[in-house]
């Protein structure tokens, strides 16, 4: 019983979500605009397990003095700092989104400095990951090494000038090689998506219920 | 200029044969208008402004303004909320030129109503009956005794050794979803991966780190694992707190979890889920940490990424399948064994669209017939439908 209950649910909305589907007319037509409220109010209630979560773990390095121990000290007090700005600036201004408000302040002026950062750094992984892929040791890594020095020449105004043809083979190897490997893996995606979609609604797959 | 600018003016008509009609394959509430544009619609938006779009409830009654259309436009969706299924309308299309408006006659009685079937998803529906009917049929003839093939998958048979070295090196393994979603599906089939993964790690009694992005993810994958520490003997090894939500924030994440790595120096990595531009960000941190890297993702555009950072990366629908490969009972291989047959039979179609679509090409070359080549454009545009 205890796991009927879950999997009748479980057929009950994914049949309801396929016929929804195909049949625009009320009470169907909107069922899964619906259920993804649903979804969204009960994810807005887990925040605060996340919240729960995040303390826990943190408070747990401090008090075990784990490596790293001293970052969670800064981890929480910059939650308690969004925190009160956050509702600081709801008190002041109705919401926090207000330009002025100090917690659009911490955001545009530390966050966004902060994940562009993060994105920054994606650049040095790029070369270094292309460092090891592009090393010439065997037939197939010789092949995506010259694939890839043709697509780059082809993007950067060097390359027309070295030979105008360039440009053409960068565009083809993109728009042919390229775009069918992609749609190839992408026909394997969805089909594999509809048949797991099937499995779990028939409640063949069951791996979710635990 | 000025005296062309001038008689345009004076010129301007109204758009012919307005047509008002119920929008088709819809929920209700809405009305379509059509028309043909006005002689001074000629693409000068200097000249000519757009359409405004009247609605009444009687032919003579007072006409109120439901909506504009730019220049050039030729249709309207009027999805007002006000519009009411059964009752009647009217509708006038103004045309708007520079020096005034023009009024179309009336057009309509119309009714909206909601529609029992969407018929522009009849192929949808054809396919998914398709694939429905095979994976059932073969699900049956795997439980009547046929023997099934899968081929091996190298990054599913690996997690046994990934766990095992780590084990050997006395480090703990990672797991991460990246920044999936419960309501998304693979984030179930990656749910599948993580119960063998933590199956493993209590059976040789190694730490499993789980960071998460997704609260929701967290609970779901917080039960996986403490499911599976209890099947396998080992349910006083489960922490919640080593299964962690970080952030949801998409670089921040990314920060949390490389942090957690360059600290705990995990032995093997797994990243299983949908990822984005820190897809490399993670798996270079994990390669330099010298952990054992083992990427599964249906995200066709971060795969290669994985493919040059990670040891074994499991390519878009091999993560769909790894909940048969590593449950092979009879129910999920017959459905594998369906999916296989189904994208076999696209494949034959497309091969055949090809040596079709060439024809086309070779007859209305070589003989002047394009027969071919209209078979062509209609095969395309039925299956752009889907």
């Known amino acids: 019983m205890k796991r009927d209950i879950p999997l009748i649910i479980t057929f009950l909305t994914g049949f309801l979500c396929v016929i929804a589907f195909f049949i625009p007319h009320p009470p169907f037509g909107d069922l899964q605009q619906r259920f993804l409220v649903w979804y969204a109010i009960v994810a807005g209630f887990t925040m605060i397990l996340g919240l729960d979560s995040l303390v826990k773990y943190n408070v747990k390095k401090i008090t075990q003095h784990k490596p790293g121990w001293q970052y969670s000290y800064v981890l929480l007090f910059g939650l308690a700092l969004v925190l009160v700005t956050g509702f600081q600036s709801w008190f002041k201004y109705n919401t926090p989104f207000e330009l002025r408000s100090s917690f659009m302040y911490s955001y545009i002026h530390i966050i966004v400095p902060l994940q562009a950062t993060m994105f920054a750094l994606l650049a040095f992984f790029i070369s270094s990951s292309a460092y090891r892929a592009f090393r010439a040791r065997t037939f197939e890594a010789t092949l995506l090494l010259i694939a890839a020095a043709i697509v780059m020449l082809g993007r950067v105004p060097i390359g027309e000038m070295i030979s105008d043809k360039i440009p053409l083979r960068s565009d083809w190897l993109l728009n042919v090689p390229q775009l069918a490997a992609k749609r190839g893996i992408q026909v394997g995606v969805y089909l594999g998506g509809v048949v797991m979609s099937l499995r779990i609604i028939l409640g063949i797959e069951r791996t979710y219920l635990t | ?386």
């Open chain 2, 1 to 386: 200029m000025f005296q062309s600018i001038f008689i345009l003016g004076l010129l301007a008509q109204p758009p012919a044969n307005v047509a008002a009609f119920d929008t088709p394959n819809d929920e209700g509430s809405s009305i379509t208008v059509t028309w043909e544009p006005s002689p001074a619609d000629s693409g000068n938006l200097f000249l000519f402004r757009g359409y405004e779009i009247y609605r009444s409830d009687t032919p003579t009654g007072e006409f109120k303004c439901v909506g504009f259309a730019a220049a050039g436009a030729t249709r309207f969706d009027d999805s007002n909320t006000d519009i009411q299924d059964g009752q009647e309308y009217f509708y006038v299309v103004r045309a708007l030129t520079s020096s005034g408006h023009e009024d179309s006659p009336v057009a309509g009685p119309v009714a909206s109503s909601a529609q029992w079937f969407n018929t522009q998803r009849v192929n949808v529906l054809a396919i998914t009956l398709l694939i429905s009917a095979l994976v059932i049929y073969y699900i049956r003839r795997a439980r009547a005794g046929d023997r099934l093939f899968v081929r091996k998958i190298a990054g599913l048979d690996a997690i046994e050794d990934a766990v095992g070295r780590s084990t050997e090196m006395g480090k703990p393994i990672l797991y991460s979803f990246g920044l999936s979603y419960l309501n998304e599906v693979w984030t179930l089939a990656s749910l599948s991966i993580l119960h063998r993964v933590a199956e493993k790690c209590a059976e040789y009694s190694t730490r499993l780190l789980v960071p998460h992005y997704d609260p929701l993810v967290m609970s779901a994958a917080q039960e996986t694992v403490k499911q599976a520490y209890a099947e396998a003997g080992r349910p006083d090894l489960y922490d919640e707190r080593d299964s962690p939500f970080l952030t949801a924030d998409q670089f921040g994440y990314a920060a949390g979890v490389d942090g957690m790595m360059m600290r705990e120096r995990p032995g093997a990595v797994f990243w299983q889920g949908y990822f984005y531009a820190e897809s490399l960000i993670l798996a270079e941190t994990g390669h330099s940490v010298g952990a054992i890297q083992i990427a599964g993702t249906t995200s066709v555009e971060q795969i290669p990424f994985f493919v040059v950072a990670c040891d074994y990366t499991l390519i878009g629908e091999e993560m769909y399948a790894a909940s048969c490969y590593l449950r092979p009972d009879p129910q999920m291989l017959g459905s594998l064994k369906g999916e296989d047959l189904t994208k076999a039979m696209i494949l034959v179609f497309l091969a055949g669209a090809a040596v079709l679509g060439t024809a086309g090409v070779l007859s209305s070359h070589f003989f002047d017939y394009n027969g071919l080549n209209v078979l062509f454009e209609n095969v395309v545009q039925w299956f752009n439908t889907f």
